[in-house]
């Protein structure tokens, strides 16, 4: 596993919060899709696609299950009827790894967590995993899925 150690910068986004069973993600995505669509925000450099995972479905009952599905902004959206709303993701210093395949069941994720994190010598930041899906849409194929997994340390 290849660490490394960045500052990622404070982004806006825009969220679908998703809580409940992982095999129940698909219909919250495509209602972050759709609302893309919509706003005219495709996959790009200004709209980035993020996953901010409070927990690890593999380790929770699948009602707890909890992430934020979201896009990154340049400005706040306004309210809209599709339950989709602003947060942020804050400046913070991560310990960074890339994943390259599937996006199902990643356990790099847990892999930086339990192996590489106690090892480190650093500290837990106050905020949750998250992964930039570097690249999405239903021309990429699993095995050139590319996702960096970002792990808040302080």
């Not at 090892?119 to 570097?134: C, D, K, M, N, R």
Request: proline letters at 7%; one cysteine or more.
């Amino acid at each position: 596993m290849n660490v490394e150690i960045v500052h990622f910068p404070e982004t806006k986004i825009a969220v679908y919060e998703h809580l409940g069973s992982p095999l129940l993600i698909n219909k919250s995505i495509n209602k972050l899709i759709k609302w893309r669509k919509e706003n005219k925000m495709p996959p790009s450099d200004i709209h980035r696609s993020y996953g901010v995972h409070y927990n690890d479905p593999n380790a929770v009952s699948p009602e707890d299950y909890r992430v934020d599905l979201c896009v990154s902004i340049e400005q706040e959206i306004s309210d809209n009827t599709h339950g989709i709303v602003n947060k942020v993701i804050p400046a913070l210093r991560c310990a960074k790894v890339r994943h390259i395949g599937s996006r199902d069941n990643m356990t790099i994720a847990r892999d930086l967590y339990k192996q590489w994190f106690p090892e480190s010598g650093e500290t837990l930041a106050q905020f949750p995993i998250f992964f930039h899906y570097v690249n999405v849409g239903p021309d990429i194929k699993e095995a050139d899925m590319i996702t960096d997994v970002y792990l808040p340390i302080l």
